[in-house]
């Protein structure tokens, strides 16, 4: 499995059938109440049923998504941007008209435009060592980092005698959050929480081990990589430490959501947190088929997916 890879160029691909036309949950932008709260148990209802519905529509996979810059334009004037009424509606606990799969269009520092879709709402509430008690949303971008970032520079899957976590001491959570996260607007940056979960530990002094032994809490800090339970809904490549408190992202609800594409719409593989189980060099990603995949980490045929957590 190590040695599997996606090469982009050349691939042959048919041309799929043109969608239908998908149907909207709601059509017209609902007004923000800011005293509504899932609380009573009215909202709570309403709550439940949006949930349902949004599960509803990726199951039936005819659901887009939509620009909520867009849909809620006359609610976002209230605002200096959308990126704090969103951060506002997080807080609020009010969903009412936004669903898993909708986005935004991000633009960078650099010029690059990402579309960031809502990968799961409220996964990790009331959740942690230190209580996330405050609503939230995981962002989740369409396609990969155009070039390739290495999981680290040496085939290495270990943490190391100052950092125990694999995932903390590598090149890719540096890259993440040294060299990506500068490259977000500071509207956005304002709005984004430093994630914390349960991560695996996975060092030795006197070997380099090729198993996790044990897992701890720890920060990921403000953009990271998501692991293999949030994409596939359980452990592959990994070992039991892997798994933390993680849980599936509806926005990945069968094989072919999992696939994501360069700018050029080439497919690529895709790096997740996790180390390999049964070895000491490879760490977990995502093939660009959509399966399951593990590579050495100094591999530079993968790239980043950067995932970041809005309500602050």
Not at 89 to 97: L, P
Not at 144 to 158: A, F, G, L, Q
Not at 208 to 235: H, I, P, R
């Amino acid at each position: 499995m190590a040695d599997e890879t996606t090469t982009p160029e050349g691939t042959e691909t048919e041309t799929p059938d043109t969608p239908s036309t998908p149907t909207a949950p709601d059509t017209e932008a609902p007004v923000f109440d800011p005293t509504r709260t899932p609380v009573s148990v009215a909202n709570m209802q309403a709550y439940e049923k949006q949930n349902k519905t949004r599960f509803e529509q990726l199951e039936q996979r005819d659901y887009d998504g939509r620009n909520l810059s867009e849909v809620f334009a006359l609610e976002i004037v209230g605002y200096t941007d959308d990126a704090a009424w969103f951060n506002a509606r997080i807080k609020a606990g009010n969903f009412d008209g936004i669903y898993v799969k909708d986005y935004f269009d991000i633009k960078l520092s650099d010029g690059k435009v990402m579309r960031y879709r809502i990968g799961a709402i409220d996964p990790y509430l009331n959740c942690c060592d230190e209580e996330i008690t405050d609503h939230h949303v995981m962002m989740v971008p369409d396609t990969v980092w155009p070039d390739s970032v290495v999981w680290n520079t040496t085939n290495n899957n270990n943490g190391n005698a100052s950092e125990k976590h694999p995932y903390l001491a590598s090149n890719l959570h540096k890259w993440l959050n040294q060299t990506f996260f500068p490259l977000l607007p500071q509207k956005w940056k304002n709005v984004i929480a430093n994630h914390r979960t349960l991560l695996e530990e996975r060092y030795s002094s006197t070997a380099a081990l090729t198993e996790s032994t044990t897992w701890s809490w720890a920060d990921m800090g403000k953009v990271w990589a998501l692991s293999e339970t949030e994409v596939y809904g359980f452990n592959v490549w990994g070992n039991g430490y892997s798994v933390g408190m993680d849980c599936h992202f509806p926005i990945f609800p069968d094989t072919a959501s999992r696939i994501r594409r360069n700018p050029d719409g080439d497919r690529f593989i895709w790096w997740l947190r996790g180390a390999h189980s049964g070895n000491s060099a490879s760490a977990c990603g995502v093939n660009g088929t959509g399966n399951a995949y593990t590579n050495t980490t100094s591999h530079t045929g993968v790239r980043p997916l950067p995932c970041f957590r809005v309500g602050v």
